[in-house]
């Protein structure tokens, strides 16, 4: 039996979403990111003596977007409570979260598992906590450096329960709450700044074992592929431990992703002892019936719905509603050029996640920052629509637009692109051509069915290379049967 095949996998996730607040969790310090060490933290995030904490509500309505779109409860009451730790980022010694009340639980969200059914994962919690600051141990020998800009940044803790069962589901889970927390405007989304990671926790046991195995946690993983990677390396060593008759420790672990293994950091036994109680500093969060109402009627559209719209009212495939839908900002692109070309969906999807996506990905550009604009796009797309231009030259009319050549019309213009449509035209070069290619033409008359397909082929080849590409394809292809076959 494969080894595999004997173990069952269990594995909960908890994400750290940083809040898209113009300033910090408790004090009015910006957020921006990539300012110069230190020029962000206030005396509040450096936890000077005598300082009061003051929440920012806008914290507050983005956990509670988050908890009403993940089907959750929202208590009444919510608290604030000191975590308490010793780290040189920590200038307080104890980090402002929630223990005992969170602000959402018991919520859950649909993932589709690698054999595309569906699965119900379940959302223990999500909790509002700050950031602490950040240690910087590469920039100067033997010195560490601290940035407190970080310290104070408002997260929304999400835990789930041990419900995945594999590393493609834990994806399938993150990449689902990336989407949501996207659409809802809570979090920007962006990993590699941070404003997006998770710890993911990992444990096996055998099939028929009910309790559940000793997990480690693998801490502060941002990028989906290393997630993946750093799972199932950690299946394959608790494996190994355990089938060379040693037993896995419960502790944390770090994943190199260069040497593609994790590496423990530390165990339990030195795992700290947060004395957790509520914080004076701060009053208890009430949160009105009125309030939640308000929230819930800033929800947008949410993905799972706008993907079954697509389907429904769009006819397109489930494989292109799932990427138009896979952020908010394609899906607002994609609206606006089925607005501007009168509801042709599938000719939009398709330039949209070909063309465009290519040239986004390229450069690593965000479909918001994209030189050619929805609007450019679309008009661009009428115009192979109405036949002014083919499909083929449109890809040309693209890449002009891209490198800022201007706008579709003006580059059809002025690079004399305009498809010729005129029969009389189209026939004057057929008529070239077959001139220039007697041999051809003789052969194509005695030759079966399948050969002459092919020479219609080098026919048509030469006349659109002669239009240079501007001969409507489907007429030079009826107008040289016509006189091959006469
Ligand atoms: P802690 O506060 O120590 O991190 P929690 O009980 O809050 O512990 O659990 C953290 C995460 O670990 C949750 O997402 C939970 O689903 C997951 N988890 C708990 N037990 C296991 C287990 N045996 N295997 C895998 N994941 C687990
Ligand atoms: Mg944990």
């Known amino acids: 039996m494969n080894k595999l095949e004997k173990w069952e996998t269990v594995i909960g996730l908890e994400i750290h979403a940083q809040l898209s607040t113009k300033s910090k969790i408790f004090s009015g310090a910006s957020t921006n990111y990539g300012a110069d060490p230190n020029t962000q933290a206030c005396a509040v995030d450096l936890g000077l003596p005598g300082v009061?904490?003051?929440?920012?509500?806008?914290?507050?309505?983005?956990?509670?977007?988050?908890?009403?779109?993940?089907?959750?409860?929202?208590?009444?009451?919510?608290?604030?409570?000191?975590?308490?730790?010793?780290?040189?980022?920590?200038?307080k010694g104890y980090q402002i979260s929630q223990f005992e009340l969170p602000i959402v639980s018991n919520g859950h969200i649909e993932i589709e598992t690698e054999n595309k059914k569906n699965k119900t994962i379940r959302i223990t919690r999500a909790h509002l906590e700050e950031d602490a600051g950040k240690s910087?141990?590469?920039?100067?020998?033997?010195?560490?450096?601290?940035?407190?800009?970080?310290?104070?940044?408002?997260?929304?803790?999400?835990?789930?329960?041990?419900?995945?069962?594999?590393?493609?589901?834990?994806?399938?889970?993150?990449?689902?709450i990336h989407t949501l927390v996207c659409y809802l405007k809570i979090c920007d989304g962006n990993m590699q700044e941070g404003s997006f990671r998770c710890d993911a926790n990992v444990s096996i046991k055998l099939k028929k074992q009910k309790e559940l195995g000793t997990r480690t946690e693998i801490k502060n993983l941002n990028s989906f592929k290393f997630i993946e990677s750093a799972i199932n390396y950690e299946i394959e060593r608790q494996i190994n431990v355990i089938e060379s008759d040693k037993?896995?420790?419960?502790?944390?672990?770090?994943?190199?992703?260069?040497?593609?293994?994790?590496?423990?950091?530390?165990?339990?036994?030195?795992?700290?002892?947060?004395?957790?109680?509520?914080?004076?500093?701060?009053?208890?969060?009430?949160i009105a019936d009125e309030t939640k109402e308000a929230i819930k009627k800033s929800i947008p559209e949410l993905p799972d719905v706008k993907c079954k719209r697509y389907q429904k009212e769009l006819a397109l495939s489930k494989y292109d509603s799932d990427n138009l839908t896979s952020n908010p900002d394609i899906a607002d692109y994609f609206e606006e050029t089925i607005k501007i070309t009168n509801g042709n969906a599938k000719i939009c999807a398709n330039w949209i996640m070909?063309?465009?996506?290519?040239?986004?990905?390229?450069?690593?550009?965000?479909?918001?920052?994209?030189?050619?604009?929805?609007?450019?796009?679309?008009?661009?797309?009428?115009?192979?629509?109405?036949?002014?231009?083919?499909?083929?030259?449109?890809?040309?009319?693209?890449?002009?637009?891209w490198n800022g050549e201007g706008n579709a019309i003006s580059i059809i213009e002025s690079k004399d692109l305009k498809q010729v449509t005129d029969s009389g035209k189209i026939e004057k070069i057929i008529d070239e051509i077959i001139t220039e290619n007697s041999s051809q033409v003789e052969q194509y008359k005695n030759s079966s069915d399948e050969k002459k397909q092919k020479l219609i082929g080098f026919f048509v080849g030469q006349i659109m290379k002669k239009s240079k590409g501007k001969a409507n394809p489907k007429q030079v292809n009826e107008l040289l049967k016509e006189k091959l076959d006469n």
């Open 136 to 176: 910087n141990h590469d920039e100067f020998i033997g010195f560490t450096g601290i940035d407190l800009n970080r310290a104070g940044n408002p997260l929304l803790e999400i835990v789930s329960e041990p419900d995945m069962s594999n590393a493609k589901e834990a994806i399938s889970y993150l990449k689902k």
């Open 247 to 286: 037993t896995v420790v419960q502790e944390t672990r770090l994943y190199d992703s260069n040497k593609n293994e994790t590496r423990s950091m530390r165990s339990k036994e030195e795992a700290n002892d947060y004395r957790y109680f509520p914080d004076p500093d701060l009053l208890p969060i009430l």
């Open 52 to 91: 009061l904490p003051v929440i920012n509500e806008e914290a507050i309505q983005m956990a509670i977007k988050f908890g009403l779109a993940i089907n959750a409860k929202i208590p009444k009451t919510s608290v604030f409570a000191r975590k308490n730790y010793f780290y040189p980022d920590l200038p």
């Open 354 to 401: 070909g063309d465009l996506s290519a040239s986004l990905n390229k450069k690593n550009i965000a479909i918001k920052n994209s030189p050619v604009s929805a609007k450019m796009l679309g008009d661009l797309i009428n115009l192979i629509i109405d036949k002014t231009i083919s499909g083929k030259i449109a890809k040309t009319v693209f890449e002009a637009m």
